[in-house]
Structure formats: C-alpha cells, structure tokens
C-alpha cells in the first residue's frame, strides 16, 4: 500500500465572483479536517467581506499582487512572498489591482465555511 497520495483531480469549489478555487486537500477533496491546500486565482477587482476566520491561514504569492487589511493594517504581498494569519484574527482578502494573482493557500485546521465569521 502506497505511502503517499496524488492528487490529479482538485476538488474546484463553486464561486459566483469569478474566484477559481482548485482544493487538492481538505475537507472538500479528501475529508481530510486537519489541513486545506487550495490552488486560488482571484480575478483583478475582486475582494471578499470582512471575516474572522478560526484557523491559521497561510498564503504564498505566485504571481500578481494580493492585498491583506489585518486588524486595521494594509499589506500587500508580491510573486514570490508569503504570510501567515493567525486563527481569530480580522482579515480582509482582495485584489483591487488590474491583473489576476494566483497563490496557494494553507489552512489549519481545513477551510470550512462554519470555521469562517464573515461580515455583512
């Protein structure tokens, strides 16, 4: 039996803001509850709500730019940098820049949507 496992077929999770959302493990793909790894393309102009989220999130940049305002503070990540959020902390995610950034984000526990308090 086999120590390891391939994953060929990302769960793509379904988005109505033109996010392209690719799961490779997780909940969603495997079940797995511990860990998320997610293959992510947020379009230019896109940005999500406020939220707090309770689960550690980090990002790496691939390519374009992805703006972060944590706790107040503006950050912008570039290709090739990377961050860790702290559970519990209030996060807004976007790309307010004219061209799409693609990143791979990491989350533990597993991204689930009772794990994220979204503002309105």
């Given at each position: 039996m086999a120590k390891y496992?391939?994953?060929k077929n990302p769960f793509v999770v379904p988005t109505n803001?033109?996010?392209v959302i690719e799961e490779h493990f997780g909940l969603a793909s495997d079940g797995n509850s511990q860990i998320s790894i997610a293959h992510m393309i947020a379009p230019?102009?896109?940005s999500e709500p406020f939220q707090i989220p309770e689960f550690d999130e980090y990002t790496?940049?691939?390519k374009g730019k992805k703006q972060f305002i944590i706790e107040g503070e503006t950050i912008v990540l570039e290709a090739g940098q990377s961050i860790k959020i702290e559970k519990n902390t209030r996060v807004q995610y976007s790309n307010p820049f004219t061209?799409?950034?693609e990143y791979l984000a990491v989350c533990t526990p597993a991204f689930s949507m009772d794990l994220v308090n979204r503002e309105d």
């Amino acid at each position: 039996m086999a120590k390891y496992t391939i994953q060929k077929n990302p769960f793509v999770v379904p988005t109505n803001d033109g996010k392209v959302i690719e799961e490779h493990f997780g909940l969603a793909s495997d079940g797995n509850s511990q860990i998320s790894i997610a293959h992510m393309i947020a379009p230019a102009g896109w940005s999500e709500p406020f939220q707090i989220p309770e689960f550690d999130e980090y990002t790496f940049i691939i390519k374009g730019k992805k703006q972060f305002i944590i706790e107040g503070e503006t950050i912008v990540l570039e290709a090739g940098q990377s961050i860790k959020i702290e559970k519990n902390t209030r996060v807004q995610y976007s790309n307010p820049f004219t061209e799409p950034c693609e990143y791979l984000a990491v989350c533990t526990p597993a991204f689930s949507m009772d794990l994220v308090n979204r503002e309105d």
